[in-house]
């Protein structure tokens, strides 16, 4: 099965991939205080990421950890 790859922009994707990763590992309070260095860390190692680190800003990972809060909220 082919997967687009994904980039800076689907945030949601990207959420979706790092819920599927760490699960419970995390909850909404502490998706929150992901330092933004380890989020980049973990986006940069999503299988079929083909964004770039230079690529990434403050408003890309705020965003991601938003999705990643409401990912989280849909599958409990």
């Known amino acids: 099965m082919y997967e687009p790859p994904i980039h800076w922009s689907d945030h949601e994707d990207i959420a979706q991939k790092l819920y599927e990763r760490f699960g419970a ?29 230079e690529e990434s800003n403050e408003g890309h ?14 599958n409990q």
């Open 61 to 74: 990972l705020e965003m991601i950890q938003s999705d990643w809060v409401y990912e989280w909220r849909d």
């Open 25 to 53: 590992d995390f909850g909404e309070s502490q998706i929150y205080r992901i330092r933004f260095t380890d989020l980049l860390e973990w986006v940069l190692q999503i299988p079929g990421f083909a964004g770039k680190r």
